[in-house]
């Protein structure tokens, strides 16, 4: 069963917008919540990433907002660019130190 | 300097044949792990190490598959007998300490035919 539920599977977004990825757990164990950027060909690599004792961190366009009362938390990437296209995973961290992967969003940024 | 090295790159095999796959973490990070990734999802956990030991191998999918880290830094992963649905991207990853974040590597791309 998937432990950590994305959401949009894919998103189109002109360039300049705002780009918004959403992902839900039920384990409230969960103790860190990364996301990870990744490219054709490429391993992940980490983007910014929160903890549950925060709601809401931001690095540059990128922010992570988080509801640990509801379970969710999402990225908005502002001023979305091209480069920015990429497949992007949220995940969550469990008790052994695993990550637990959403399905990944494939965002396209159209110029 | 480097980041998380995996060896090699891509690797076709047949059916029932035993693969190994290599993974050089960072210099210096005690944490390693494995996962495994299908096309159109999500990493998936396999195993962790931390030092030379497994700490959890809960993720595993049969025992057809195994890890090692013998002096605690390279791992290799082992695949006997492969299966076709075993065709994926195995992705190593390493981290400072326990709890600190993982950094990934590029992956091993295998196709078992």
């Known amino acids: 069963q998937q432990q950590v539920k994305q959401s949009p599977q894919s998103l189109i977004v002109q360039k300049g917008g705002i780009s918004i990825i959403n992902c839900a757990y039920e384990?409230?164990?969960?103790?860190?919540f990364p996301w990870y950027q990744q490219f054709p060909g490429k391993g992940p690599a980490l983007l910014i990433a929160?903890?549950?004792?925060?709601s809401e961190k931001k690095e540059g366009r990128f922010t992570i907002s988080f509801n640990k009362s509801a379970k969710q938390f999402s990225l908005h990437i502002m001023d979305s660019q091209p480069g920015d296209s990429a497949t992007y995973f949220c995940?969550?961290?469990?008790?052994?130190?695993?990550?637990?992967f959403g399905t990944g969003t494939r965002l396209t940024v159209i110029p | 300097g480097a980041g998380v090295s995996q060896t090699p790159s891509n690797k076709v095999t047949e059916k029932g044949k035993y693969v190994e796959l290599r993974c050089d973490p960072i210099?210096?990070?005690?944490?390693l792990y494995w996962y495994r990734q299908s096309l159109g999802q999500g990493p998936e956990f396999l195993i962790y190490?931390?030092?030379?030991?497994?700490?959890?191998d809960s993720g595993l999918p049969n025992d057809r598959f195994f890890a090692v880290r013998p002096e605690g830094s390279v791992s290799t992963l082992k695949i006997q007998r492969t299966e076709r649905g075993d065709s994926a991207v195995y992705l190593c990853?390493?981290?400072?300490?326990?709890?600190?974040?993982?950094?990934f590597g590029p992956g091993t791309r295998l196709l078992v035919l």
């Open positions: 990853a390493s981290s400072l300490l326990r709890g600190e974040t993982q950094y």
């Open positions: 384990n409230t164990a969960f103790d860190y």
């Open positions: 929160i903890r549950p004792d925060v």
């Open positions: 995940a969550a961290r469990g008790g052994a130190n695993n990550l637990f």
């Open positions: 210099s210096g990070h005690t944490a």
């Open positions: 190490f931390q030092g030379t030991g497994a700490a959890d």
